[in-house]
């Protein structure tokens, strides 16, 4: 499968606090991008960072790549209530597909 | 643009029936895609097509599915005849490799709300 694996599959923090999640992918890659799931609803992308860029920041997130480990992260910066979500990472398969991974549930208590 | 557009948002059938679900993609994408997805599979690409010719059904199940993209605005996918086990939650999105108008991105997908299936 070229799926991607997101770590931790479930996280629970407390408003204010940061939020950390990890995607590990199995081939190269042209860009790697970071969805998100509210319940019930479709994903919406966040960021997309590409293969010859480091980090990359949007606002509270941050997304980390290295290719050599074949690893991307998130960091969402003092989190709030409303960043509770599935968290997903996205790989290019190549052509216009996308390969998702298996997604991290942030918590975010109030 | 409304975004991506999917129907019915729920579909309850009984095992046996034939179930079409629809998506209208963004205006000016050319890339669509299906994805099922489930809490022990998480998202599976079910196939994609570009300007509607299908290039990649590698993920279609079975041949009870199987999806069709008429024009640049409409596609469907059918299940005949349907099992519970193809109970999930089904995904269309839409993407342009090349900058759509509306200040919408290239290679990012656009996902519609999804249709949860329930098959009895």
């Known amino acids: 499968s070229q799926q991607g694996e997101e770590d931790p599959q479930a996280l629970s923090i407390q408003e204010g606090e940061n939020a950390t999640m990890n995607c590990s992918y199995k081939?190269?890659?042209?860009?790697l991008q970071w969805y998100r799931q509210n319940s019930g609803r479709g994903l919406v992308h966040l960021i997309l960072?590409?293969?010859?860029?480091r980090e990359k920041h949007s606002g509270r997130l941050r997304v980390t790549l290295d290719t050599s480990k074949k690893s991307s992260s998130l960091l969402i910066t003092a989190s709030r209530a409303a960043d509770t979500a599935s968290y997903f990472c996205a790989t290019d398969g190549g052509g216009n597909q996308f390969y998702f991974g298996t997604g991290t549930s942030l918590t975010v208590i109030p | 643009d409304a975004g991506v557009i999917q129907s019915p948002r729920h579909e309850v059938t009984e095992m046996g029936q034939e179930v079409t679900l629809r998506c209208k993609p963004i205006?000016?994408?050319?890339?669509l895609f299906w994805y099922r997805q489930t809490m022990m599979r998480g998202l599976e690409l079910l196939i994609y097509f570009n300007n509607n010719v299908p290039i990649d059904d590698s993920g279609m199940p079975e041949d009870r599915f199987s999806a069709k993209m008429p024009n640049a605005s409409f596609s469907t996918l059918k299940i005949q005849p349907s099992e519970p086990r193809d109970s999930a939650v089904y995904f269309c999105?839409?993407?342009?490799?090349?900058?759509?108008?509306?200040?919408?991105?290239?290679?990012?997908?656009?996902f519609g709300a999804g249709t949860r299936l329930s098959v009895l």
């Open positions: 999105a839409s993407s342009s490799p090349t900058l759509a108008g509306g200040g919408l991105a290239k290679n990012i997908q656009y």
């Open positions: 081939t190269s890659i042209n860009n």
């Open positions: 960072i590409r293969s010859n860029e």
């Open positions: 205006s000016g994408h050319n890339s």
